[in-house]
């Protein structure tokens, strides 16, 4: 007979329902200042008539989504060298999670700046920009984590495998983040600097709340997709397709 | 309206669509699983 009122499964710094709870609240509220209070920027005069930036609203989700996809794949690398250190399948199981999250945030980065570079520069995509292939060398190696994982049988070699990846693949989280800075092209805009490049206060502060939401957010997913995957684990599940998912 | 408003809105549907199912395929395991736990506590 499995256990029915378990013990607890992790000592989870940050409740998933308070996490979600909070991405629940910023998220629309960054949402609606970002439209209501954050100012367009004016680009130009044509005609007489005004052109404002409109399609910058974009960065108020395009930018923390990138964030939290950072958060995640950083998780899982750092869950990856836990399991490393100490040999514990809930680490392997966290590490997962966290390159799994950070694929699906680090998907809709690609989507959402694909939609601001057509309207912003003209192209879905600048093979140029050192940012964008960075950022894509970092989405498509974690991608292959999945086809490393699923191609082994379950068991320490998988989950030795697995971790070592996910802790290789965080090297290019901080490259990503400064490849920018380093750029000789100079495409991709800029925005956290430290004279602000053009913000105003509400601009900043509405991106931070979306920045809390998203991280908010990408907290919650972990935590109970964490939850869910180390339940199948123990077996506390008779769901016998979930066990088999988990392959635990 | 604002050129590229569409782009815009494009973005914010398409982004939380893809977030609100996540959420809830997460949120249809999590209450499976509790639903197997109660079954077991039943016997």
Redesign the interface.
């Known amino acids: 007979m499995q256990p029915v009122f378990a013990p607890r499964t992790s000592r989870a710094r940050v409740s998933p329902r308070l996490a979600a709870a909070l991405a629940l609240t910023l998220i629309p509220l960054a949402t609606v200042l970002a439209f209501t209070w954050a100012p367009t920027n004016l680009i130009g005069i044509v005609d007489g008539e005004p052109q404002y930036d409109f399609p910058q609203k974009i960065f108020y989700w395009h930018v923390p989504i990138a964030l939290a996809a950072y958060l995640c794949f950083a998780a899982g690398a750092w869950n990856g060298l836990l399991y490393l250190l100490h040999g514990k399948k809930d680490h392997d199981i966290r590490s997962y999670a966290g390159v799994h999250s950070g694929v699906v945030f680090g998907t809709l980065v690609l989507i959402t700046g694909s939609i601001w570079a057509k309207i912003a520069w003209g192209v879905w995509w600048q093979w140029g920009d050192r940012q964008l292939l960075v950022f894509l060398t970092l989405y498509l190696f974690y991608a292959v984590y999945f086809v490393l994982r699923f191609s082994m049988d379950a068991g320490r070699t998988r989950e030795r495998a697995s971790a070592v990846f996910a802790v290789l693949g965080v090297a290019l989280v901080p490259l990503s983040f400064m490849a920018i800075r380093i750029a000789d092209t100079l495409i991709h805009p800029i925005v956290l600097t430290t004279d602000g490049n053009g913000m105003t206060g509400p601009m900043w502060t509405t991106f931070a709340l979306a920045v809390l939401g998203f991280g908010a957010l990408a907290v919650s997913m972990l935590q109970l997709e964490t939850a869910g995957k180390l339940r199948a684990l123990r077996g506390w599940c008779a769901d016998e397709d979930e066990r088999e998912a988990t392959h635990a | 309206m ?4 569409e ?2 809105l ?3 549907l ?2 939380s669509a ?2 609100g199912v ?2 809830w395929m ?2 249809v ?2 209450r ?2 509790r639903r ?2 109660q ?3 039943r016997g």
């Open positions: 604002h050129d590229g408003w782009y815009v494009t973005t914010y398409l982004t893809t977030l996540w959420f997460i949120g395991k999590l499976r699983q197997s736990r079954e077991q506590a």
